[in-house]
């Protein structure tokens, strides 16, 4: 007997978020976005930077630009997509100087920034291309895997997505893009949460979590 299509399962898309995290002297911040109000999902909500994977973070040649030993098969297009939209949501290049093997300046990740943020966006230049004009690898070691959420069956719209953890060096200066986010701080967990509770903020479930 032939499935109804109308009731078979749709298939979860790939996506991938950055917790990006610092250290002060109150404790943990993480560094949020608020969603602009036009964006067709989560909008007007506070998120983490994140997207969904696109073809060119599987690019093979791609792959051997990340860093990082003892990785799952898919975990490296989801570092690298994590990356790619940490940088344009965020302005944080997690990167490293191909040629000393360290982790780039705060001074030269906003050069970055300043120069490559919007075509990267925009899909004039791509990752790739970036990291071979810069003698870049990207330092997909340095993100840890925190969580990976595969949305129920029931739900119209579902994704696959990772979830994780990096610590932002601290002469990175971290900002928002103006075009899918309005706004953006780095705050306490707990702040946040008490922020939706008390109904200054709207966050997610998945963000809750």
């Keep these: 007997m032939l499935s109804n299509s109308s009731t078979a399962p749709n298939t979860p898309v790939k996506a991938c978020t950055i917790l990006l995290t610092r250290d002060n002297m109150a404790g943990i911040e993480v560094f949020m976005v608020k ?5 067709d999902f989560a909008y007007g909500a506070l998120v983490f930077p994140g997207g969904k994977l696109d073809v060119q973070d599987s690019d093979p040649e791609l792959l051997k630009f990340c860093s990082g030993k003892g990785l799952s098969i898919e975990e490296p297009a989801a570092r690298i997509c994590g990356i790619r ?3 344009e949501e965020a302005g944080i290049l997690l990167a490293r100087d191909a040629s ?17 943020r919007e075509p990267l966006h925009t899909g004039s230049l791509t990752l790739l291309e970036i990291l071979k004009n810069e003698n870049l690898t990207l330092a997909c070691d340095k993100l840890t895997l925190f969580a990976r959420w595969i949305t129920p069956k029931s739900f119209s719209r579902r994704f696959d997505a990772f979830f994780f953890l990096a610590e932002s060096p601290s002469d990175y200066i971290a900002s928002h893009d103006n075009i899918e986010s309005v706004n953006s701080f780095w705050k306490a967990p707990s702040e946040v949460i008490r922020d939706a509770d008390e109904g200054r903020a709207t966050v997610v479930f998945a963000t809750r979590m």
């Design 35 to 39: 969603r602009n109000q036009k964006i």
């Design 85 to 87: 939209e940490t940088f």
């Design 100 to 116: 000393t093997g360290k982790m780039i300046s705060g001074a030269r990740c906003a050069d970055l920034a300043l120069s490559y």
